[in-house]
T-cell receptor, first 114, second 116 residues
């Protein structure tokens, strides 16, 4: 069965520091990988996605993620965070052949402090 | 273009009552999805409509949940009777026909349901 693990439920970080939010998944088939962000009182917004090709993908707001097939990971990174990045971040996976369904992780709350 | 609209944004009901959640997808989006997040856990798939047809309802927890999408436009999700464990945030999403999750959905802001 498909599963997505976000080990860190909360990540506190100071403004302008780098951050990495971890995501690991398990699947018996090839997958597509996504990161979504939810700002307070808003819906989920797509940050970036990996479908194929280069394993390093860049998204909006300076975020990037790297797909590592051998480690089944898709960690999200940003070299310098801003207060406005405070939000909850969700890793999601869809399986090839069943692409109309996402499997989400439990979310990571990023708290950027001044 | 207008986004995915959900209402109400919040609902508090007593155990045993009925609640109906509504989702208006982006105009022209054939695919409509319902997801639920319970108790700060992972967001879980409930079901998928293609136009007015249920394509996949494997995530519906039990027969107290009924989803409809009459005319292939807006969708409703009814919970009857509601139980305490139904509390959570219900998200709706839509996507254009044929694209599905590959290209990312557009999500609504969710309905926070609290059953007391």
């Amino acid at each position: 069965a498909q599963s997505v693990t976000q080990l860190d439920s909360q990540v506190p970080v100071f403004e302008e520091a780098p951050v990495e939010l971890r995501c690991n998944y398990s699947s018996s088939v090839s997958v597509y990988l996504f990161w979504y962000v939810q700002y307070p009182n808003q819906g989920l917004q797509l940050l970036l996605k990996y479908l194929s090709g280069s394993t390093l993908v860049k998204g909006i707001n300076g975020f990037e993620a790297e797909f590592n097939k051998s480690q089944t990971s898709f960690h999200l990174r940003k070299p310098s965070v801003h207060i406005s990045d405070t939000a909850e971040y969700f890793c999601a996976v869809s399986e090839r052949g069943q692409f109309n369904k996402f499997y989400f992780g439990s979310g990571t709350k990023l708290n950027v402090k001044p | 273009e207008a986004g995915v609209t959900q209402f109400p944004s919040h609902s508090v009901i007593e155990k045993g009552q009925t609640v109906t959640l509504r989702c208006d997808p982006i105009s022209g989006h054939d695919n409509l999805y319902w997801y639920r997040r319970v108790m700060g856990k992972e967001i879980k798939f409930l079901l998928h409509f293609v136009k007015e047809s249920k394509q996949d309802e494997s995530g519906m927890p039990n027969n107290r949940f009924l989803a409809e999408r009459t005319g292939g436009t807006y969708s409703t999700l009814k919970v009857q009777p509601a139980e305490l464990e139904d509390s959570g945030v219900y998200f709706c999403a839509s996507s254009q026909g044929g694209t599905g999750a590959n290209y990312g959905y557009t999500f609504g802001s969710g309905t926070r349901l609290t059953v007391v």
